[in-house]
């Protein structure tokens, strides 16, 4: 079975991150979508993000009734920040043999991968797929590669002019999955969840903009 971990903080989760997993779902035939929220994601914050109890909720509520696609406490609290190459370590064993397992990550996320932890491990821990967002191009994904995994120039320069496909890499391949193009940030949700509930629901799920405005989330912080 094709299996996907979706990380992020999901503060909160929105209609792009539900657009992009359905994308990746039906291009790459993936059955289970791991939605992991973060307790304490790795990279600082400038700001205090919502506590990962109401991160969850939302995503149980996003998720509710979407078959396939599944809140995961992979993530939860450890004391310690939570890097992806050790979530994904230990998700895979709880797979068995027969499953394949996806990393699913927008371009803007992986712009930044070389500063993550144990980079060129985790890229060679499985395939990634890297979807488009707006204001970001998908070219980018190959020249964010730490450089032990660089493509040569003249491979990079084919990858520019295309937008979809893949990069195949000894240990790894990182699909590209254009066409999602969903303006949409949690940092926009957040600055809407001011205003009134009606904007909200153009934006996340209607269970999560009620949670929002019941729970009165980001009402001082955005
Ligand atoms: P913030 O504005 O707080 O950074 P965000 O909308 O970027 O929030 P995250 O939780 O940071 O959401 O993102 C989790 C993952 O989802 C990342 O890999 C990110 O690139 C991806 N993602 C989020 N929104 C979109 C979108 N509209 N299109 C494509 N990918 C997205
Ligand atoms: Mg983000």
């Known amino acids: 079975m094709r299996i996907a971990f979706f990380g992020g903080t999901f503060d909160p989760v929105h209609l792009g991150h539900l657009a992009v997993a359905r994308a990746a779902a039906k291009k790459f035939g993936l059955k289970l979508i791991y939605f992991a929220p973060a307790d304490i994601p790795p990279h600082k914050q400038k700001r205090a993000l919502a506590g990962f109890a109401h991160r969850y909720a939302m995503l149980s509520l996003a998720t509710a009734g979407q078959p396939g696609f599944v809140p995961s406490l992979i993530d939860a609290y450890t004391g310690m920040p939570n890097y992806s190459f050790e979530s994904l370590v230990r998700l895979k ?3 068995s043999r027969s499953d394949r397992l996806y990393f699913l990550i927008g371009v803007d996320a992986f712009k930044d991968i070389s500063t993550w932890y144990k980079p060129v491990e985790l890229l060679n821990e499985c395939d990634f797929i890297v979807a488009s967002r707006p204001g970001y191009s998908l070219a980018d994904a190959a020249r964010a590669l730490p450089e032990a995994l660089q ?9 520019s002019q295309h937008r979809s496909g893949f990069i195949r890499l000894p240990r790894t391949t990182l699909h590209l999955l254009d066409r999602v193009n969903v303006p949409i940030s949690s940092t926009k949700v957040r600055t809407l969840a001011q205003g009134s509930i009606g904007r909200l629901r153009r934006f996340v799920p209607k269970a999560v903009a009620d949670y929002i405005k019941k729970e009165r989330l980001y009402i001082e912080n955005s």
């Open 93 to 95: 064993k709880t797979l």
């Open 151 to 159: 493509p040569p120039a003249s491979e990079l320069e084919k990858l």
